[in-house]
């Protein structure tokens, strides 16, 4: 394995994940709909079955916060890609999360 960016990603993934989810991204996403995470196409997410899967420890989302916590999974799911080349890039990423956290707010 070649150490480069798309492993910092797809680390942020696996992190974002961790956080939301309280499990690692594999055990959600199975959990979820059964697939793995290589199958698994970021826009078949179901928002409510985000907020159901949501680790227990944290608060739950009000509505406008639950809107900018599924476009955050959305976008580690894509740092999640298995092919390096089709995963985002940091810049793309953070830009990603501008954005999210704008918008939440209108």
Known sequence: MEVNEKCDVYSFGVLAWEILFGKHPGDV????????????????????????????????????????????????????TESPRSRP????????LVMSSSSSMD
């Open 29 to 80: 996403i199975s959990s979820l709909l059964g697939s793995s995470p290589s199958t698994l196409v970021a826009t078949r997410l179901d928002h409510m079955a985000l907020m159901d899967k949501l680790d227990q420890r944290l608060p739950y989302p009000t509505k406008p916060i639950g809107k900018e916590v599924a476009s955050i999974a959305k976008i580690a799911m894509a740092c999640l």
């Open 89 to 96: 890039t940091m810049e793309q990423v953070a830009n990603e």
